[in-house]
C-alpha cells in the first residue's frame, strides 16, 4: 500500500451534494446499512462549502474521475452518479457503492485507504476529477 494513503484525508462537499447524499443515505440505511454508514461518515467529516466555491478537482456527484484502485492496480475512469442512474457497463457509479463513497469529496492527488464490500481496506488515488458539465444548483 503506497505510503501516501491516508483514512482520513479532508475532502470538502458542495452544499448541494451534501444536502442530497444525506437524504439519500439515511433513506437507504434499513436496506444498505453499510453503504449508508460509509456515505454519512463522510459527509460527518467533509468541510462544506457553497456550491459554487468548491474546487474544480473536486469529485461531487456527475464528476468524471480517473482514480487507480490499488485492489487491482487498474486506471479506471468513472462517472459519479445517484444510484437510479448507476450503469457499470458504461462506467457510471453510483456514489452508494464503497468505490463512490470513497471518491466523493476527494480532490485531484488525494488518496484514502478505503474498505470494500468485505471490509478490507485498499487504497483509491484520484488521478483527475473533471466537474459536471453542467452544475445544477
Known amino acids: ?41 463522510e459527509i460527518d467529516r467533509a468541510e462544506i462549502q457553497p456550491d459554487v466555491a468548491v474546487p474544480a478537482d473536486v469529485v461531487r456527484m456527475h464528476s468524471t474521475v480517473v482514480f487507480i484502485d490499488a485492489a487491482h492496480g487498474k486506471r479506471r475512469t468513472v462517472l459519479l452518479v445517484f444510484p437510479d442512474e448507476a450503469d457499470i457497463a458504461a462506467g457510471k457509479i453510483s456514489v452508494v457503492t464503497p468505490v463512490g463513497a470513497g471518491l466523493i469529496g476527494l480532490a485531484t492527488g488525494q488518496e484514502i485507504l478505503w474498505p470494500n464490500r468485505n471490509g478490507a481496506e485498499r ?6 476529477a473533471t466537474p459536471p458539465a453542467r452544475l445544477a444548483f
Open 1 to 41: 500500500m503506497p505510503a501516501a494513503a491516508t483514512s482520513t484525508p479532508d475532502i470538502i462537499l458542495g452544499e448541494t451534494d451534501a444536502e442530497r447524499l444525506s437524504a439519500l443515505a439515511l433513506q437507504m440505511e434499513p436496506q444498505a446499512p453499510f453503504a449508508a454508514n460509509l456515505l454519512l461518515g
Open 123 to 128: 487504497a483509491l488515488k484520484v488521478l483527475r
